[in-house]
């Protein structure tokens, strides 16, 4: 009977250390995207890692704006928002991902004793002793420098007892032509991700330091003008612009390059759009819902469509973006947005149609924009316009008349906030406000159909 006992007792004890050693060579991976991290990163990395995703399971649509990237941060891991992409895409989590903190082991022997600092200065003098006259020679200098300093065969530097100070003059020079050419055409970067060649343009001197020669000046106000003909009145309000990739994708690359500080994120400006889209009702008015149009879908359904494009190609003009589109980014961010467009569709002599944007909805009533950004469509194509000064005292065009019809209560105080800005504008433009537009007005088609440099009347 105790020969059994001992056989059992030895079968489960081979069986225990089995499965530790298993356990200890094998980590239990629960997601297949972690397939590739086995055995070469800590597992209590991918622990983490393994909670991030069920967090951002958890949020389900908010996780664009409630991830945080908090763990990318404190613990150089891919956060919630990386993780359910790779998820979603089939795809894995790369050892390039993960810190090399993560990545490296290291076997901690017991602490020795401290040596005595006289023990190890022994061990010099003998080490010393015993090596070659050259190396005795270099350790006796460092030794004496250490000891005496002030022996050291360094001398202070002479001191001028009448120096000139500074020039009375001035010291201003002439610009080279080189220089002028660097500040005229800016210098040039290429996107890493889409090979497109962007560049930021001064169009308009005087900002800072001496002033240029009167030929570049008139050079970059003909440029300026010239180039996109647009008004004379409006090139003292912009000191550069941005050009990004014309693909198609044009006017959510300059979104992009706005709010994410790069135009590569197109595709994602492109998700959030949808994403605000359908949390709202306020923007079924705005894309009239209820009128049918082509392929029995209704103006709201076939904006969906065309904003939806997850393919990082050329887009065709059925995905362009539009400039309604742009209420939903300046609600989305709380900024407001400012146009300069060319109408397409005028005979005779090119128009502008100069209008702002402003958000739908606010979800801090109350709460002033955060920005202003201003935007220039030029023969369909999207640019960013940088302009000067505060944007207390910059002028603004009227704003866009749809805005009155379909906005909600919680920023009805923005036109009170732009008025300065608008009568600038005005007063720039040489132009008299017209009949203004009231709320009560039901017919959300006129409102659209009026002339952009009208001004807005929010009283009810």
């Not at 069986?15 to 990163?41: A, C, N, W």
Request: neutral net charge; glycine residues 6%; aromatic residues 10%.
């Amino acid at each position: 009977m105790w020969s059994r006992i001992h056989s059992m007792l030895e079968g489960q004890h081979s069986k225990i250390r089995k499965e530790l050693e298993d356990s200890m060579s094998r980590p239990r991976i629960t997601h297949r995207m972690f397939s590739l991290l086995q055995g070469k990163v800590s597992t209590k990395a991918i622990e983490i890692m393994e909670d991030e995703v069920k967090r951002g399971v958890a949020l389900g649509i908010g996780l664009e704006l409630g991830c945080g990237c908090v763990l990318r941060t404190t613990h150089c891991l891919p956060c919630a928002c990386t993780l359910i992409d790779v998820k979603n895409n089939g795809s894995r989590v790369h050892l390039s991902d993960i810190h090399p903190f993560w990545r490296t082991l290291e076997y901690d022997n017991e602490e020795a004793m401290p040596k005595n600092d006289n023990d190890m200065f022994e061990e010099l003098v003998d080490k010393a002793r015993k090596s070659d006259p050259a190396y005795r020679n270099v350790f006796l200098e460092k030794l004496r420098d250490i000891l005496h300093p002030d022996d050291e065969h360094i001398l202070a530097p002479a001191v001028r007892e009448n120096p000139k100070g500074r020039l009375r003059g001035s010291t201003t020079r002439n610009k080279s032509d080189f220089e002028h050419s660097l500040r005229k055409y800016g210098t040039p970067s290429t996107d890493a991700s889409t090979n497109v060649q962007h560049m930021v343009v001064d169009f308009a001197p005087g900002v800072a330091g001496a002033p240029l020669e009167k030929n570049y000046t008139k050079g970059l106000i003909s440029t300026w003008v010239k180039r996109f003909g647009v008004p004379k009145e409006l090139w003292s309000l912009f000191y550069g612009w941005v050009d990004v990739g014309s693909d198609g994708h044009c006017g959510f690359r300059v979104l992009s390059h706005a709010y994410q500080g790069g135009e590569e994120d197109y595709i994602q400006m492109r998700d959030w759009c949808i994403k605000e889209i359908n949390g709202f009702d306020v923007y079924k008015g705005l894309f009239e819902a209820s009128v049918m149009i082509k392929n029995g879908l209704s103006k709201y359904e076939n904006t969906l469509r065309r904003i939806r494009f997850i393919h990082q190609s050329t887009c065709g003009e059925e995905h362009w973006m539009h400039s309604d589109d742009l209420f939903v980014y300046a609600s989305l961010f709380n900024w407001t947005i400012c146009i300069i467009a060319e109408n397409r569709y005028a005979k005779g002599p090119k128009e502008w149609q100069c209008m702002t944007i402003l958000p739908l909805r606010s979800s801090n009533e109350g709460v002033a924009p955060y920005g202003v950004l201003w935007v220039l469509n030029h023969k369909s194509h999207w640019m960013r316009l940088y302009s000067r000064g505060p944007h207390d005292e910059v002028p603004m065009p009227p704003i866009e008349p749809g805005w009155i019809v379909f906005r909600e209560r919680s920023v009805e105080h923005l036109t009170a906030l732009y008025k300065t800005n608008i009568d600038n504008w005005h007063t720039l433009m040489g132009t008299t406000p017209r009949a203004p537009l009231r709320r009560r007005d039901p017919d959300a088609q006129v409102a659209r159909a009026l002339v952009f440099d009208e001004s807005i009347d929010l009283s009810d």
